[in-house]
């Protein structure tokens, strides 16, 4: 049984699976909004206007995405994760559960983060990483669990970033260190 809201100028295509699982609450998807083929779309997430996905998407449940946000083909989101408006997750990112990302964040291709510090060794709780407001994170970076990456921060591609990036800096290398944002870097990402 089919039980998604959806708003006005929706394009779902055929192939996509929209509410998928027994959840309280339907999945629910603002105005305009483009899913295309192979993407799922678990029970229980709420989604605002101007959506659009690529193929082969999955958004699990429990996640809260805002407006106008892209997230690109075989891009995963785990559940219980908040993403914020006008946010561009390119091709192949991985969101784990408990994970925030602010407004106007940028994601590359193949950037992974994480949120188990200790995998299949201990039992710890999940702790997914913070992007905030205008954070930018170049292709296939990988971003530890409980990692903040500050306002206006970039974080290089191929970076592996093992602490928290201050806001308006770089973030460079494997472990990654900080350096003061180079001038054709400063400013707001143009995703509004």
């Known amino acids: ?6 708003g006005e100028g929706c394009t779902i295509a055929d192939g996509a699976t929209i509410d998928h699982g027994e959840f309280d609450e339907p999945t629910r998807i603002g105005a305009d909004a483009t899913i295309r083929a192979g993407s799922i779309v678990y029970g229980d997430v709420t989604i605002g206007d101007g959506f659009t996905t690529g193929h082969d998407v999955l958004i699990r449940e429990g996640t809260t995405i805002g407006d106008d946000v892209l997230v690109g083909t075989k891009t995963v989101v785990d559940g219980e994760t908040t993403i914020g408006s006008h946010v561009s997750l ?6 784990p ?11 590359g291709p193949g950037a992974v983060m994480t949120n188990d510090e200790y995998p299949v ?3 710890v709780d999940l702790e997914g990483p913070t992007l905030e407001d205008g954070a930018s994170v170049g292709a296939n970076a990988t971003i530890l669990p409980g990692v903040t990456i500050g ?13 928290d990036v201050p806001a308006d800096s770089l973030a460079v ?3 990654a260190r900080t350096k003061p944002l180079p001038a054709p870097l400063e400013g707001p990402n143009q995703l509004e």
């Open 173 to 175: 290398g494997a472990p």
């Open 97 to 107: 559960t408990e994970t925030t990302i602010g407004d106007n964040v940028f994601v």
């Open 90 to 95: 390119q091709t192949n990112v991985y969101v």
């Open 1 to 6: 049984m089919t039980r998604f809201v959806s």
């Open 121 to 123: 060794r201990t039992e």
């Open 151 to 163: 306002e206006n921060a970039f974080v290089a591609a191929g970076a592996v970033v093992v602490e």
